[in-house]
């Protein structure tokens, strides 16, 4: 993936939550790791950006 | 070899229980193996494998003692089995499955080191998985 694309992705993913149900909707932030791997991944999903495999580990640096 | 993101998340008097990362909110893209670092376990006495996805796959967890380049078996009270013949497979569900229960052979015994694989058989598209070792030190 490229580096700008993560730091949009992360961006992103930093201004969303997710709704569990019931609800529990947790607030994305950079201590919540599923959360923000699922959103970065879904902006690389939505902006068709190529990306293998990787883990919060990967994203840290950018954090 | 190191512990993996080791850290103290809780303790009571004389006993406290340390959280080892193994895949930290691992996004897979493949239907490849992905195998954590060495987890050193010397420093535990009894531990527990926990693992969630939200992945879109159903993900199978297995582990390898210390070297996944050749198999590791367990017997299952008739024979020998490997470990990638028999994973544990957790769905995407965020539900957190107790890894250890369906691998009863892993409980109380000793173990130097470990690594845990997660692999799906088709590739998943969403989502991610992550597996810790909850140890309580000797």
Not at chain 2, 54 to 83: A, D, R
Not at chain 2, 122 to 133: D, F, L, M, Q, R
């Amino acid at each position: 993936m490229r580096q700008n694309t993560l730091l949009l992705a992360i961006e992103w993913a930093l201004t969303q939550s997710v709704d569990y149900g019931d609800g529990a909707i947790v607030q994305v932030t950079k201590n919540t790791p599923c959360e923000l791997v699922d959103k970065v991944r879904e902006y690389f999903n939505t902006n068709s950006s190529e990306y293998d495999t990787f883990s919060y580990d990967d994203l840290l640096p950018y954090l | 070899m190191g512990v993996v993101n080791a850290k103290i998340i809780g303790s009571l008097p004389n006993r406290s229980v340390v959280e080892i990362i193994a895949h930290n909110a691992l996004a897979i893209t493949d239907s490849d193996y992905h195998a954590s670092q060495l987890i050193n376990l010397t420093p535990y006495k009894k531990f527990t494998i926990i693992g969630y996805s939200s992945l879109n796959q159903p993900v199978k967890v297995l582990f390898s003692l210390g070297n996944t380049f050749v198999n590791s078996k367990f017997w299952n009270g008739t024979s020998w089995v490997s470990s990638v013949s028999s994973p544990a497979i957790i769905d995407g569900t965020g539900d957190r499955f107790l890894i250890t229960s369906q691998m009863s052979y892993l409980n109380n015994i000793g173990l130097n080191n470990i690594i845990i694989q997660v692999g799906c058989s088709t590739a998943p598209t969403s989502g991610s998985v992550t597996i810790k070792i909850l140890g309580v030190p000797n």
